[in-house]
């Protein structure tokens, strides 16, 4: 049975309301609604627009959400009077509980619409278009207002939202608005120093990598990154170069770099010469 809680409860309802608590006649909102949707990654970056295929329950347009053939063939329900609850006894106390006749509607159909049989909503699929703005990231949502499931007893619509999912890019990583790439560059150049076509968003742009650059050394682009979700400029564009160790090589080329290797001065390989002095220190 039910607890004093619930019994109270009931009580109390039915004494300041005068009705018993019954929602006979308010409308009902209908459900929120959640679409996955997966999209590329310039999507992210530059927005688009894209339409999607959403199932709902709709309002039955054939009884424009009466249920029934005509509102001849609406009634008051004869077990609870139309209130949408009926009284149970339970000792000493009277509990109002959910007509089992009406369902709580407080009335009934003696012929129901054909196409919705009685239930007001029908299962439909609406198209939808969904812009998507620029510097959305996997995780963000964009809420649709009253595009969920229709309301009940002329209820208001529920919400429909959007979660998005973003691909990976085949060249670039992400980190908030800020992105990295990785360009390789050969040995020469990186001891040399030289001028590259580094791709960006848009398309290019000129880096000058400096003589004796070291790999993984990461130049930033200002500007070059994704546009903030709310305003506020563009993030950065961070080119990590790696430089690319020669391989099959021929016996000239071998000869050549050990030539190469042997004119070398300590001067000339800083970070290496650090390192061998590091580890006389550590075993002296």
């Known amino acids: 049975g039910s607890g004093f809680g619930d019994v109270f409860g009931d009580i109390f309802s039915e004494f300041f309301s005068g009705s018993g608590g019954s929602s006979t006649g308010r409308g009902e909102r209908g459900s929120d609604l959640q679409y996955n949707m997966e999209i590329s990654f310039d999507d992210a970056v530059f927005g ?20 029934a053939e005509s509102e001849k063939d609406i009634n008051i329900c004869g077990s609870c009077g139309g209130t949408g609850q009926q009284r149970v006894q339970q000792g000493f106390f009277s509990v109002a509980t959910t007509c089992s006749s009406c369902g709580g509607r407080g009335k009934t159909i003696s012929n129901p619409c054909k196409t919705c049989h009685g239930r007001t909503r029908v299962s439909k699929t609406k198209r939808i278009r969904v812009n998507i703005p620029a510097g959305v ?12 499931e229709h309301g009940a007893n002329g209820g208001s619509s529920g919400d429909l939202y959007i979660v998005l999912r973003v691909k990976d890019h085949s060249l670039f990583e992400r980190d908030g608005a800020d992105i990295f790439c990785e ?12 001028d590259l076509e580094v791709p960006t968003l848009e398309g290019q742009a000129r880096l000058k990598i400096p003589a004796g650059t070291q790999t993984h050394k990461i130049f930033r682009l200002k500007n070059q990154g ?13 080119v990590r170069v790696v430089v690319e160790t020669p391989s099959k090589l021929t016996a000239k080329q071998k000869e050549l770099l050990k030539e190469f290797d042997d004119c070398c001065e300590e001067e000339s390989n800083p970070i290496r010469e650090k390192f061998v002095e590091t580890i006389k220190n550590l075993f002296s």
């Open 48 to 67: 688009s627009s894209k339409e999607i295929d959403v199932p709902r329950m709709e309002t039955c347009d054939s009884c424009s959400g009466l249920g």
């Open 137 to 148: 990231a996997t995780g963000s949502r964009i809420k649709l207002t009253g595009e969920g």
């Open 183 to 194: 360009v390789p560059i050969s040995f020469s150049q990186a001891t040399l120093g030289t």
């Open 226 to 238: 994704i546009a903030h979700l709310r305003g506020g400029g563009r993030g950065d564009l961070h």
